[in-house]
C-alpha cells in the first residue's frame, strides 16, 4: 500500500482546520478554484508517478546492489539520522537546480504557480519530476544506504514540507536558524524581489545559509504568491506541461545552437536581450488571475476533485491486482478527467479573467 494513501485523510482535514481557523480570524487565504487546482494537481501527480514513479526506486536499487560501499545497521539510529540530512543536503541541490536551470524549472514551476499560499498549495506537485529528481540522490545510492531507508526518509522530507505551506503561523524565533518554517518558506513561494531563488531546504534552512541562498521574511513587505509569467489556467495539464512547450518555441526559433541550450540549461531568465537579469517586480499593480464561474461549474468542478480523491484511494487499493495495461489505463482516463475539470473551470476565462503581467522569469 502507497503511504501516500494513509496521509491524503490528514492532509485534506488539516486543509479544512486551516480554512476554519483562517475564517474564524477573518483572514482569507483560500479560492476555490485555486484551491481545486491544487488539490487536482496532486492527484495527477500520484497517478503520473503510478505510471513512471518506479524509475527512481529501480535505478537507486541497481546503483546500491553495484556500486553501495557500505553496509548500514538498520537497528542503528545513527544511520537513519545521517540518511535523512543526508536526503536533505540532496533535496536542496534538486529543489536549487529546480530554479536554476530551465529545462528542471519547467518540471518545478507547477508547485509555484498557485498565487495563494496555504496548505493545499503544497499538494502542487509535479507529474515529471520522478523523471530526473532520482540523479540527485545517487550520493545515498553510492554509499550504500538500502532502499528501504532511501524510501522512508524521502517520506519523511516530503510530509516534513506539507505544514510548511501556511500563512497562519508566524515567525519561530531560533528554529528559523535551523528548520524550514513557514516564515523562511513564504519568501520561497513569493515573487517579490527578495524572494527570488531563496530558501530551497527540505527540512533544514542551515543549508541556505550555508550556501548563501537564504533570506528572511520582510514585516514590512510580505511575499505575493506566485511567479512572474502567470500560469493563468485552472488546468492542472497545462500547469505541468506549459513551461515545456514554451521550452520547445525558444529552442525552435534560436538561430545560434549556444542559445538553444541555454534556452534549455540556462537560468528560465535567461534570453539574448536580458542577458539574465529579472526584471522588477512592482508589488502595487499585481494582480491575481481570476475567472468569472457560474455556480453549476463551481459543484461540478467540485464533485469532480472529490471523485479524483476517491479514486484515487480506490486505485491505491486495488493497483497490487491491476494489470500493467489496466493500472495504465486508470491512471490515464485519470489525468485525462483530471484536466477536462481543469478545462470548465477555465472555460470562462475569454469573458472576464484577469491576470498579471510580468516578465519570463521565476519565483
Known amino acids: 500500500m502507497n503511504p501516500i494513501a494513509f496521509a491524503i485523510p490528514v492532509f485534506l482535514v488539516l486543509i479544512g482546520l486551516e480554512f476554519w481557523v483562517a475564517h474564524s480570524r477573518g483572514v482569507t487565504v483560500y479560492r476555490l478554484k485555486d484551491s481545486l487546482t ?14 513512471g514513479g518506479l524509475i527512481s526506486i529501480v535505478m537507486y536499487s541497481l546503483i546500491t546492489d553495484r556500486f553501495g560501499s557500505y553496509v548500514w545497521d538498520l537497528s542503528n539510529p545513527m544511520t537513519w539520522v545521517s ?32 498565487e495563494e499560499f496555504n496548505l493545499s498549495t503544497a499538494l502542487r506537485q509535479s507529474s ?6 532520482w540523479i540527485f ?7 550504500g544506504y538500502p532502499v528501504k531507508v532511501f524510501v522512508i526518509v524521502g517520506l519523511i522530507d516530503f510530509v516534513y514540507q506539507y505544514w510548511v505551506h501556511t500563512q497562519l503561523i508566524g515567525k519561530l524565533g531560533w528554529l528559523e536558524y535551523v528548520m524550514v518554517t513557514p516564515s523562511n518558506h513564504r519568501v520561497h513561494h513569493g515573487q517579490n524581489d527578495y524572494c527570488i531563488d531563496k530558501n530551497y531546504g527540505g527540512i533544514f534552512s542551515f543549508w541556505d545559509r550555508m550556501f548563501g541562498t537564504y533570506a528572511a521574511e520582510r514585516d514590512e513587505e510580505s511575499p505575493v504568491y506566485g511567479i512572474r509569467k502567470p500560469l493563468e489556467s485552472w488546468n492542472p495539464l497545462w500547469a505541468n506541461f506549459h513551461h515545456f512547450l514554451l521550452i520547445w518555441d525558444q529552442v525552435k526559433s534560436a538561430q545560434r545552437w549556444q542559445h538553444k541550450l541555454m534556452y534549455l540549461f540556462g537560468k528560465p531568465s535567461w534570453s539574448p536581450e536580458q542577458n539574465n537579469t529579472v526584471g522588477v517586480f512592482q508589488t502595487a499593480t499585481f494582480s491575481r488571475f481570476d475567472t468569472p464561474v457560474s455556480g453549476v461549474l463551481r459543484k461540478i468542478s467540485f464533485i ?11 486505485f491505491f487499493f486495488v493497483q497490487s491486482g491491476l494489470s500493467t495495461n489496466a493500472r495504465m489505463a486508470y491512471c490515464t482516463v485519470m489525468i485525462l478527467a483530471l484536466g477536462a475539470i481543469g478545462w470548465i473551470m477555465t472555460r470562462a476565462r475569454d469573458h472576464g479573467g484577469t491576470g498579471s503581467a510580468g516578465a519570463q522569469t521565476h519565483a
Open 38 to 51: 491544487s488539490i487536482n494537481v496532486g492527484i495527477m501527480s500520484e497517478f503520473a508517478k503510478a505510471m
Open 128 to 133: 515529471t519530476g520522478f523523471l530526473f529528481r
Open 137 to 143: 540522490y545517487i550520493p545515498l545510492a553510492l554509499l
Open 83 to 114: 540518511a535523512l540530512i543526508l536526503y536533505d543536503f540532496c533535496y536542496y541541490w534538486v529543489h536549487r537546480t529546480g530554479h536554476e536551470i530551465n529545462i528542471l524549472w519547467a518540471s518545478h514551476v507547477v508547485h509555484h504557480s498557485s
Open 304 to 314: 469532480g476533485t472529490v471523485s479524483g480523491v476517491a479514486l484515487l484511494m480506490v
